[in-house]
């Protein structure tokens, strides 16, 4: 009897406790998804504020063959994507940086110099499937929870205050996701390649490219910043098992001429 009071006493807590916390940390926890944090709502709002400061310093790039290719890398990536509570935006802007940025709401921006970087469709896919490693698995979310709390975000998303959007703004373009969140990604990243028929071997290609030239990164790409010498990163992209039977369907693109209309 006694056992069974200290059984109730414990689920009686543990409601109250739920109850008790805010509506937003609650929610999805029931429903399987599983979100803790912002709704989707939530973020996409945080997101659209931010791109507006990153496309107020920047143009977008304007190559209507370019967009065509990119069009075919994303959706070859994003329908292998199941159930995602997303809608992708992905942007171009036009930057030599080698850099692409998530922010809140899945809305991805690439750089064009991380394009011209890429020396093949395959490794821009695999950077791009790596960004959604970091949506998917609520990444974005969860570092600008860390830095700025929830209460200052949700004060924000709710009213707006410029100041702190910026704050916020810097906070996610300057500071480094875990080296857990980094595996996590690579590896949500390896795997969607693998099922989009892109050799998943393009990421490794990609980080060997990065520290072999150690060109112009920028201050904020996040691919650089983020445990730069992580051996162990790169030696994992390298392992990465392919299955034996697996066979890549390359891109039917002219990258070099893509590239150069841009
Ligand atoms: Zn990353």
Known sequence: MKLLGGFLLIWVVGILVVELLPKNFTDGWFDGTERIGLSIEQEEKLGEAMLDMVLAGHTLAESERFDSAFSVIQSRLLSQVDSSAYNYKFYLVDDPMVNALTFPGANIVVFTGLVDFCESPEQLSAVLAHEIGHVEEQHVVDKLVAEIGMSILIGVITGGDATVMHDI????????????????????????????????????????????????????LEWIMSHPNNDSRVAASENFKVPYTFVPEPFSMDWEQLKSSL
């Open 169 to 220: 703004y810097k906070t996610l373009a300057s500071s480094y996701f875990s080296r857990l969140q980094e595996q996590d990604a690579d590896e949500f990243g390896m795997k969607l390649l693998l099922d989009s028929g892109i050799d998943p071997l393009a990421l490794a290609e990609f980080f060997r490219k990065l520290s072999e030239e150690k060109a112009d990164y920028g201050e904020y």
